[in-house]
């Protein structure tokens, strides 16, 4: 099997494959796809991606670009020895060594870990030296090979030991992870491992790479005296490791200084100040003793998360809503008897008034008991099972405030901040704060829960802090704070910036605001922009007004122009995209027209130069036209489905299509006289 990762045809020996390290890339995957292996510019796309996240350039010469991509069908390994060498961002200058990983998306276990043994070895001088020295092509084969199979039967023998500590050494376990879980993941652990043998630590480290992840023994843990954390993804099961002290940081630096970092988690063990394991915490954003991620890096994480986990309950609870209208009509949500209950189960969180005032109007809080009043069987079927639909979408819609603010507690704090997150996003909603009230509590919470996860505390009662000490505390922190001091100030401000925007769009300025709320839904693509213009929308349809319908329309509308006019871009100029963006076009459609701006992410993320500020010209001009055309949407989600439901659905539909095409041939028009060398350059 690991003959086939590497042959002569893809390796050069002493080549200029370009002055940049996009170029290296865009030859090494020409070289890959000649081999018939891959598609060549779906590859490069994927590995430039990766790249852009982080630097792939390790240091001592060496440059591994590594992906996993549909665009491969058999993985691979390309190798050039570079002259002149080509900065890939190492800390300490340029890479004459370049390994290209193209893993497949459906990439085994076997393989996997054959990759991953390849860049353990990249650790070892012995085996970049003989890189370095080889004179043939066959000669980089065989020895790639022979450092694979190597390195698999010692695994081997490894995992059919028992394991047993050392006597008298100190004995520490560490988790290396990043994003691929390909190459840095393993170098990371076999730096760590080496440093510790240097050392005299007895070191356990579980690599949680993309392939089998074996967990390390508990008899093990239960015996550390310390942990390294070496991950840009999180540490899975994290709660494993409760009390043990910690030396926390991104896995680069487990590569760059693994001794140093032994040397702090044998320090730590002896003090009594170190930074302890207090539980779950899946986002890396969690981590702030030892961590290289900045302070406003972990909040930008956090919003981030706490965006991602509310989404499902705006698409579900949108899209049944949408549905009741569709069957139901609008009236299913003015009928007196319902009204009661609709406001109660989807509006409080947006005015702590509307239950009560909707229900001495005539509802009775009960919302089966309000929809029997309000659309019973002499209204007919359909009319009936509408008002149903609507008052689940209502229901789903009534955990926006509560899931924002939990995973936002969540992504600083892991598990300890859910409940004082989800606690302080109710207390949000019930005092009127609305949105911004949400993200106050969901910071809030986040940080108590972070910094009573620093205490240190005797390991007996380590376990308990995550699941019962924090939680109690934080929540009542939270509720205090927002009951007697923050609530009604961010209401107020939450009542005045809505009455503001709602006033731009009743007035002569509605077509600017159009082409602001355009460029904001594209700016980012389902990122923090576009999702601050959806929720000021959908928050705005509380007041139930013209004005709040319009500004709906026009964030519909915009939302949908990106994935629209990619599609209909790869549709009439195919030779522009690769196959895998023409895969991604066809898809788009459906995405589109279902108002799922993310579809266009796949495009944007391989090519943002290009590709966003095509989108943004065209959401502008569809938000513009929107609001000019009186455009009004009481859906807050559906795209096509609710298109016959609005107000001026003819106008909905002109602004939908000049902006898609708008987008469409700024794009094309972008591709075509603004080459990727030259755009790669400028990046």
């Not at 900065?87 to 990439?107: E, R, Y």
């Not at 630590?201 to 993309?210: A, I, K, N, T």
């Not at 409940?419 to 609305?434: D, E, N, T, Y």
Request: proline letters at 5%; hydrophobic letters at 55%; a negative charge.
């Amino acid at each position: 099997m690991s003959q086939d990762l590497i042959t002569a045809d893809l390796v050069v020996l002493d080549v200029d494959l370009g002055p940049t390290k996009n170029d290296v890339i865009h030859n090494l995957a020409e070289l890959v796809a000649k081999a018939g292996r891959a598609e060549a510019s779906g590859l490069e796309a994927d590995a430039l991606a990766r790249e852009e996240k982080a630097a792939t350039g390790l240091g001592g010469g060496i440059a591994i670009p590594h992906c996993r991509s549909a665009a491969v069908t058999t993985n691979s390994l390309a190798f050039a020895r570079l002259k002149p060498p080509v900065d890939f961002g190492a800390f300490d200058g340029p890479a004459d060594i370049a390994f290209l990983i193209a893993a497949s998306d459906g990439s085994d276990d076997a393989h996997l870990a054959l990759l991953a043994e390849l860049a353990r070895n990249l650790m070892r001088s012995e085996f970049t030296d003989g890189l370095r020295n080889a004179s043939t092509p066959e000669e980089i084969v065989t020895l790639v090979n022979n450092a694979i199979q190597k390195e698999e039967r010692a695994d081997a023998a490894v995992a059919a030991a028992t394991p047993a500590v050392a006597e008298g050494k100190k004995v520490m376990v560490a988790v290396t992870a990043c994003p691929t879980g390909i190459a840095h993941t393993f170098m990371a652990a076999d730096g760590l491992e080496q440093a510790a043998k240097a050392a005299g630590v007895e070191l356990y480290v579980e690599p949680q790479g993309s392939g089998k992840v074996t967990p390390i023994d508990p008899s093990i843990i239960a015996r550390a005296s310390a942990a390294i954390f070496a991950t840009d993804v999180g540490v899975r099961d994290k709660e494993r490791f409760a009390g043990l002290p910690v030396i926390e940081s991104g896995v680069k630096r487990a590569i760059n200084e693994p001794a140093k970092m032994i040397a702090e988690a044998i320090a730590a063990t002896t003090d009594p100040n170190a930074r302890k394991v207090a539980g779950d915490a899946s986002s890396a954003a969690a981590a702030v003793g030892g961590s290289q991620l900045s302070v406003g890096k972990r909040i930008q994480q956090a919003l981030m998360t706490g965006v991602s986990y509310m989404i499902p309950f705006v698409a579900a609870g949108g899209l049944l809503i949408a549905l009741g209208f569709a069957m139901a009509g609008f009236d299913v949500a003015l009928a007196p008897g319902y009204n009661g209950a609709r406001q109660c189960a989807e509006l409080t969180w947006l005015d702590p008034a509307a239950c009560a005032t909707a229900q001495a109007a005539g509802g009775d809080g009960d919302t089966i008991g309000a929809l029997i009043q309000a659309a019973g069987w002499n209204a007919g079927f359909m009319n009936y099972i509408g008002a149903l639909l609507f008052a689940i979408g209502g229901a789903a819609f009534g955990f926006l405030l509560p899931a924002l603010s939990g995973y936002i507690a969540y992504g600083l704090a892991g598990r300890p901040g859910i409940a004082p997150g989800f606690v302080g996003g109710v207390i949000a909603g019930s005092l009127g704060a609305g949105f911004l009230g949400a993200l106050v509590t969901g910071l809030l919470a986040g940080v108590c829960a972070m910094w009573m996860s620093d205490f240190n505390v005797p390991r007996w009662l380590a376990g308990l802090m995550p699941v019962v000490i924090i939680p109690l505390v934080v929540t009542a922190v939270v509720g205090l704070i927002m009951y007697l001091f923050l609530g009604r100030p961010l209401a107020a401000i939450t009542e005045g910036l809505t009455n503001g925007l709602n006033g731009m769009a009743a007035s002569g300025a509605g077509a600017l605001l159009g082409i602001v709320l355009g460029l904001m839904m594209c700016f980012d693509l389902g990122g923090p922009v576009n999702k601050a213009a959806y929720l000021f929308a959908t928050a705005g349809l509380a007041a139930q007004n013209t004005a709040s319908f319009q500004i709906m329309a026009a964030v519909m509308a915009a939302g949908m122009v990106p994935p629209l006019a990619l599609a209909l871009a790869t549709t009439v100029r195919k030779q522009l995209f690769s196959e895998v963006e023409l895969e991604n076009g066809r898809a788009a459609w459906l995405l589109g027209a279902s108002f799922i701006s993310e579809g266009a992410i796949p495009f944007a993320a391989a090519d943002p130069l290009r590709v966003i500020p095509s989108m943004m010209a065209g959401g502008a001009v569809t938000g513009a036209l929107s609001m000019a055309l009186g455009v009004g949407s009481r859906a807050p989600h559906g795209g096509l489905i609710v298109v016959p439901l609005m107000s001026n659905a003819f106008g909905f539909l002109i602004a939908l299509i000049a902006g898609t095409l708008v987008a469409a041939a700024a794009v094309i028009a972008m591709k075509q006289f603004w080459p990727a060398k030259q755009v790669a350059a400028i990046a």
